[in-house]
């Protein structure tokens, strides 16, 4: 899937995400935060300017998220999301009160919303994990221009063909028809099984 189908399972099938941001100690804080719109350039979402989370948000320019849907865990999807953030401004605010009525009953007056500004996650990196498929499922994308970074184990030629990571494996997501074996990655957990029972070291982790 492309990052916009990503946006869209956030926003309107998620909507409300854990938001990761940095203080001036350099600790992670972490604040539960509506995703409220989305298209081709980003995710969308308000904040008020008297909050410390704008404050983290304009002094550091960088979130992360994670955002769970399911009923348990074993029907859940997880999208992570991490990345750059700028302030887009009040021109935006009807278009998210527009999508959002129920922010009309927290700030129901023009007043109330002087203090809202919108800001966009516009660049960086993107993860779904799938625990409802059998295997699982993920994939990694990006969003902004910013490049997919390869992450996971890899088999290096140094493979032996010997099976002992098919053995350890409990995604079976190890494929031996050919050598050196290949991990399928869209359905690894990467728990490191392989890299450890490995006799010949040809498994690495990126």
């Known amino acids: 899937m492309e990052a916009v189908e990503y946006f869209r399972i956030l926003v309107e099938e998620i ?10 100690e350099g600790l992670p804080v972490t604040a539960a935060i509506d995703m409220m719109d989305f298209d081709g350039d980003g995710v969308y979402f308000l904040t008020a300017k008297g909050k410390r989370f704008y404050e983290r948000l304009t002094g550091r320019g ?3 998220l994670t955002a769970v849907k399911g009923a348990d865990t074993m029907t859940s999807a997880a999208i992570s999301l991490r990345g750059r953030v700028k302030e887009v401004g009040q021109s935006f605010l009807p278009r998210l009160f527009r999508k959002n009525p129920y922010m009309a009953e927290i700030y129901p007056t023009e007043e109330s919303r002087a203090a809202l500004t919108v800001f966009a996650l516009y660049e960086g990196q993107g993860e779904w994990f799938d625990l409802s498929k059998k295997p699982i499922e993920r994939a ?4 902004g221009g910013e490049a997919v970074r390869e992450a996971g184990y890899f088999i290096t030629d140094a493979c032996i063909g010997c099976g002992s990571c098919g053995e350890v494996c409990p995604q079976s997501c190890i494929d031996f ?12 957990l990467r728990c490191g099984n392989c ?12």
């Open 15 to 24: 909507h409300t995400a854990v938001v990761a941001t940095v203080d001036d």
């Open 140 to 143: 990694a994308f990006s969003f």
């Open 177 to 188: 028809t050919g050598t050196p074996a290949r991990i399928e990655e869209e359905h690894c």
């Open 195 to 206: 890299m450890s029972v490995c006799p010949a070291g040809a498994v690495e982790k990126r």
């Open 62 to 64: 960088y979130m992360a």
